[in-house]
């Protein structure tokens, strides 16, 4: 029984790898890098982000909906081989609603590290990852413990169907997102200490 389940589970995680494969989330989101500089002792970077919320979102958000949008944020150095990661990646969530709707275009700015870590011979470029979308994680796990029970009171078929239920539910949410990446222009570290 347990070697059955086993094999379902790897089935399903493999179905999930093919869906999010096929998945091509509609482009909505444009981002663009307009800055990267130091200011004192902390490299800065000023982003844009246009389009960002798409008509089907607009609609959720009429209905009292809230959107996430996730702003991942890193600085590379460049080299022939394979390019370093200069700091851990900054990230931003921002939960909007309709009484918090962003401005368009929408202006952030991100602290990205200490200047130590850059080096005047180097080239630095910024990778922006924006992705907006819906969350359902806690109605998952509410609807789940009704069709399924609790995770503690179930047996093994039950944690069997809460795991293929909580990762439809998940698929679910990944193609009711829309994502856009970018990369700046590289800079020399002797500019980017300027």
Do not use: C
């Not at 700091?87 to 401005?103: F, N």
């Not at 005047?120 to 907006?132: E, N, P, S």
């Not at 995770?151 to 169907?161: P, Q």
């Not at 539910?169 to 500019?191: F, H, P």
């Amino acid at each position: 029984m347990r070697v059955a389940i086993e094999f379902h589970r790897h089935q399903l995680i493999s179905g999930v790898v093919l869906a999010l494969a096929i998945a091509s989330p509609a482009a909505a989101i444009d981002v663009q890098v307009k800055e990267l500089k130091t200011e004192l002792t902390i490299v800065r970077a000023r982003i844009e982000l246009r389009d960002l919320i798409p008509d089907r979102f607009k609609r959720l958000l009429d209905e009292n909906g809230s959107l996430h949008l996730r702003i991942q944020a890193e600085l590379w150095e460049s080299h022939p081989v394979w390019d370093r990661l200069v700091y851990p990646a900054t990230v931003r969530a921002i939960r909007m609603t309709s009484a918090t709707r962003p401005p368009s275009p929408m202006p952030m700015q991100i602290d990205l590290g200490a200047t130590d870590r850059i080096v005047a011979t180097g080239r630095y470029y910024l990778h922006v990852i924006a992705t907006l979308g819906t969350l359902a994680e806690r109605d998952a796990d509410e609807v789940g413990d009704a069709v399924f029970g609790r995770e503690s009171e179930t047996n093994t078929l039950g944690s069997l169907g809460r795991l293929v239920f909580r990762t439809a539910i998940q698929i679910s949410d990944y193609l009711q997102s829309v994502s856009a990446e970018t990369r700046s222009r590289k800079i020399s570290g002797a500019d980017l200490l300027r």
